[in-house]
């Protein structure tokens, strides 16, 4: 699958300012810096970031708020990973195709560079260069996207506790719509409120971002299964080794591929109202979609 065209200048204009952002390896203590940019520089798509950019771009051509959302978002990922792979949680030694954080830098300081990029995450969204009551609004969506109400900590709960046991599928729609769906809906949503939108036209994003991001989750479900740790760049077939409440082990293969594309035409219908305005978000569903990695 290609990237969509605009995607490698999104893609520099992030790593332009992740690289200004974070503490350099020098600054001391220098170890949680060089921890925390080993994770940050590993390789990661910058989805959230990407789809942040894209969704402000809708409403302005001053994007300079977006991208430190973006960073923000991406930071919180990156700490999101480095903590799911930790041998109290998913006990990785493969992310984003190298030694995972815990592995590099001992399990101390994993922990740490995770607490670190969160802290840091906030101090960036306060910083954003934004009216106050758009950056608190900003500040809120990401805090509750990241959160335990139906966000990624509430998610990551009933992942770890619905590990070996029977699926259902009232309790797997909560863990994708929760651990992955809820941060790619904070980046759609944050993005757009960065860049000034309506709050019609915010709510609109809003059911965009939680379709699309549950897509995105039944579709990584997916290439656990189909695909190989070298293609993924993590352990490949790891989901069922540790029993987890996925869609492929719910539904099947080819079922959770149909649910995947249904919830993709049902995102992209949330755009239709906005036109040629929406084309570039329309590309990036597709991709998100369509992806082998
Ligand atoms: C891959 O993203 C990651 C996901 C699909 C999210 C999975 C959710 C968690 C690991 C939640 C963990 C939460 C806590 C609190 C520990 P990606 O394909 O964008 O990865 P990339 O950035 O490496 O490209
Ligand atoms: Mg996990």
Same mark, same amino acid.
């Given at each position: 699958m290609k990237l969509p065209d605009f995607y490698a200048a999104d893609h520099a204009a992030i790593e332009a300012a992740l690289e200004q952002i974070l503490p350099a390896?020098?600054? /001391? /203590?220098s170890s949680i810096h060089r921890a925390m940019r080993y994770s940050v520089f590993a +390789? +990661?798509?910058?989805v959230r970031p990407v789809l942040c950019l894209e969704a402000a771009r809708m409403f302005t051509e001053n994007l300079a708020a977006a991208v430190q959302t973006g960073c923000a978002l991406e930071f919180i990922h990156t700490y999101s990973l480095i903590h799911d792979d930790l041998p109290a949680l @998913?006990? @990785? @030694?493969?992310r984003r195709g190298k030694p995972t954080n815990h592995k590099v830098f001992g399990e101390a300081m994993a922990i740490l560079a995770g607490d670190a990029l969160l802290t840091l995450a906030f101090q960036t969204l306060a910083g954003a260069p934004l009216d106050p009551e758009r950056r608190v609004r900003v500040i809120s969506e990401i805090a509750a996207a990241a959160g335990t109400v139906n966000g990624m900590v509430g998610g990551q709960v009933a992942d770890v506790e619905g590990e070996g046991k029977p699926v259902n599928a009232a309790t797997l729609e909560y863990i994708h719509r929760s651990k992955t769906a809820a941060l790619i809906r904070g980046a759609i949503v944050g993005g757009a409120i960065a860049g000034g939108a309506a709050s019609e036209d915010v709510e609109r994003l809003r059911r965009f971002g939680d379709t699309i991001g549950w897509a995105f989750q039944v579709v990584d479900d997916v290439l656990d299964v189909e695909e190989s740790s070298a293609a993924l760049g993590k352990t490949a077939g790891k989901d069922q080794a540790q029993q987890k409440a996925t869609y492929p082990a719910l539904y099947g293969l080819e079922k959770s591929r149909a649910i995947a594309a249904e919830l993709e035409a049902r995102a992209l219908a949330e755009l239709d109202a906005f036109g040629e305005r929406a084309a570039r978000l329309r590309q990036l569903a597709q991709f998100l979609v369509a992806r082998r990695s």
């Open positions: 390896e020098t600054t /001391p /203590p +390789g +990661g798509k910058r @998913d006990n @990785d @030694d493969l």
